[in-house]
């Protein structure tokens, strides 16, 4: 089962800022955070990973609370190609990804 | 593009045949992961090789399946005797991560349907 806990569905106007939460309370010292998105009939795209610090990329930012209980991925500015389902994973070392079911995202006009 | 290749991208099979998907990894990577994708759901582990060596299986993976990955390169997944149940999207992912860095990188996908 999957060790991260995140909303089903959120909405986002386009060209505002698009903050996907994750719940990972259970998450070992070890472990990274990692965020995908998949876009409809498309393989899962990686976008960002972070052990405890902040992270930021092209992409997006990631925020790891101190306790390392929850992180928010952040889209600075959501166009209508963001709209996917965003799966939030902890993983360590060669395990296999454990997909929960992951936050739709809709970017609206 | 990630430089992680599937096909072919769509199989529409009868019942009780048997298919063979490909994938071909990003070059370097030495790592290569299967998983299966039904409709609505997250992507589910079905087997990971690290080069030739075919190292860990999920309990998906029924006997009816098989996968390789000679010379350690390309990959291939079969079905045999393929049942409606097997309908799904196929996905290969590969890494070259080191022990505590492991991003996988996935391909476009083998979209299955059994008639």
């Known amino acids: 089962d999957a060790k991260t806990t995140q909303p089903p569905s959120m909405d986002c106007a386009e060209g505002r800022a698009a903050n996907l939460p994750c719940n990972h309370s259970?998450?070992?010292?070890?472990?990274?955070v990692y965020w995908y998105r998949q876009i409809h009939s498309q393989g899962p795209q990686y976008i960002i990973h972070?052990?405890?610090n902040n992270e930021t990329n092209e992409m997006a930012s990631l925020i790891i609370t101190e306790d390392r209980k929850s992180s928010t991925l952040i889209l600075p500015h959501a166009t209508l190609r963001d709209t996917a389902v965003y799966y939030c994973i902890v993983m360590w070392g060669n395990t296999p990804l454990v997909f929960g079911k992951g936050t739709r995202l809709s970017v609206i006009a | 593009d990630t430089g992680v290749s599937q096909n072919p991208r769509h199989k529409i099979t009868k019942r009780g045949q048997n298919v063979t998907f490909r994938c071909d990894p990003i070059?370097?990577?030495?790592?290569l992961y299967w998983y299966r994708q039904t409709l609505g759901q997250g992507p589910e582990f079905l087997t990971y090789f690290q080069n030739e060596a075919q190292l860990e299986k999920s309990r998906l993976l029924s006997d009816r399946f098989s996968a390789e990955r000679p010379k350690g390169s390309f990959s291939t997944l079969e079905i045999q005797r393929t049942e409606q149940g097997d309908s799904a999207m196929y996905l290969c992912?590969?890494?070259?991560?080191?022990?505590?860095?492991?991003?996988?990188?996935f391909g476009p996908g083998t979209r299955l349907t059994v008639l």
């Open positions: 972070g052990l405890k």
């Open positions: 070059s370097e990577h030495n790592r």
């Open positions: 992912a590969s890494t070259a991560g080191s022990a505590a860095i492991n991003t996988q990188y």
């Open positions: 259970t998450i070992s010292g070890n472990e990274y």
